[in-house]
């Protein structure tokens, strides 16, 4: 449904108010938002890699760009800073993020290649920021923190370190916001390549964009088993979320970064972002972030 190709799409959030998919290209710097009316994109230009973005309660958004967590007013373009983290840790940035039930914005961090395939490795960690600005270090020790989502009934968190090729399972606080007890539950399959972004649906499951897989896998918490494979026509399948007027469409971003000459020669709809319709089930809308 987007043509307009991103180098790195990421981080796909339907917003209801706009009847608009706003995501990030992380590596072009920019945060954007299509709408299906017009099928126009706009953007705006940030001044760092920006891994995340979130809708803000008041209006515009919160992102997470470079190690630092910020404020987005779309329409004056407005970056405003809220706290900067890991200053100890130039080669880090932020990566996926998305806010929890009570309305905080969860994030994580990870270190960037020095060379095609090379990084440092355990320097990641996922982060909190609450409504007053007040941040706590949930996890560290992490590669790539990526995907995440919490339960239907808010009791768990899902979450993936993108190098573990698993998704893991914390016990979770909805009014403290703390995540303690991880247990391992889906590891993918060799052919699923590694665990990117991730969402729940209406009925609980879990879906899961396989970056280098080329396609999306749906989950099942209960029993750890996949019980669907969505396959896309692009290998770097990065994220996805549902959205449209009643949450059954499925949004998903891809990337074109990391494909040499030749293999994008092969693959025109590398960095599109595509719709799924016909699944038979819906998602749910996003959370604000309640500052």
Known sequence: VVKEKNRMGECPVWEERE????????????????????????????????GSVALRQCGGYVIALGT???FLDWDTQAVTTILELEQDKPNNRFNDGKVDPKGRFFAGTMAEETAPGVRARRQGALYTLFPDHSVIKQLDQLDISNGLDWSLDHRTFFHIDSLSYAVHAFSYDVHTGKIACPKPL?????????????????????????????????????????IQTVR??????????????????????SAYDGLDEATLAKEPHA??????????VKGIPQNFYAA
């Open 19 to 50: 009847n608009a998919l706003v995501y990030v290209d992380i590596n072009s710097q920019k945060v954007c938002r299509w709408s299906p009316v017009t099928n126009e994109v706009q953007s705006v230009s940030v001044d760092a890699r920006v």
């Open 68 to 70: 630092r967590f910020a």
């Open 186 to 226: 889906y590891h993918l399959e060799k052919e699923e390549q590694m665990p990117d972004g991730m969402c729940i649906d209406a009925e609980g499951k879990l879906w899961v964009a396989c970056i280098d897989g080329g396609r999306v896998i749906r989950i099942d918490p209960e029993t750890g088993k996949r």
């Open 232 to 253: 896309l026509p692009t290998p770097r399948i990065t994220s996805c979320c549902f959205g449209g007027k009643d949450y059954s469409e499925m949004y998903v971003t």
């Open 271 to 280: 960095g599109e972002i595509f719709k799924i319709t016909g699944l038979g």
